[in-house]
């Protein structure tokens, strides 16, 4: 995993977008964006789980799994508008929790006062946990090829709410801004100088 903000910069979003005066965000102010990642080495794409992974889904109540394959030979004909629909900012009321299997993609989480973006790239054995209520999107890379399982609490359901002013009374979405401005008050975390 690898953190650094967003360069903003006009292109195709499955490139870096990494300008070399960056900083490299430290895991730590993501855990104040109430992110959570570790790494957890695959053992087969065909039989990923893992001690680690089971006991994760396992305190966190995540009671259902499936494995997403994002590409153009997976998607066919509707993989560019997929991508779009990925990469459109949204926040969901559920956790979003990705393991990736292989390949390579980008998060990008809205920074503390939501302006700007934070890029998360994950690779193969990379597991992330994004919160409830953070706007969000995500691509693969210029590779277009990612496979991930998806783990959830519920039913497996995907369903993005764009950002705007109903999502913004939503009440996951203040919970979400309270949580991390609360973490930000206790010094959980650290932030990042630019």
């Not at 993989?79 to 900012?89: D, L, Q």
């Amino acid at each position: 995993m690898k953190a650094y903000y967003y360069d903003d910069l006009p292109g195709d979003p499955r490139l870096p977008h990494h300008s070399p005066t960056s900083p490299t965000i430290p895991p730590s102010h993501l855990t104040t964006l109430g992110l959570h990642h570790e790494h957890i080495p695959v053992p087969s794409v065909s039989a990923p789980s893992t001690p680690t992974l089971d006991a994760l889904a396992a305190a966190r109540g995540y009671q259902h799994r499936d494995t997403i394959t994002v590409s153009p030979t997976a998607m066919g004909a509707v993989y560019e508008a997929k991508i779009a629909a990925f990469f459109a900012e949204h926040m969901h009321e559920d956790e979003e929790i990705r393991y990736i299997l292989d390949g390579a993609g980008y998060f990008d989480v809205r920074e503390v006062g939501d302006e700007r973006w934070i890029r998360v790239r994950l690779e193969k054995g990379d597991l992330l946990v994004l919160p409830a209520g953070i706007y969000h999107r995500f691509t693969t890379d210029e590779g277009d090829f990612v496979c991930a399982m998806r783990l959830f609490q519920e039913a497996p359901r995907w369903t993005p709410l764009e950002r705007g002013g109903e999502t913004e009374r939503n009440g996951w979405r203040r919970g979400y801004v309270e949580g991390r401005e609360r973490r930000v008050r206790e010094g959980r975390g650290e932030g990042v100088v630019v």
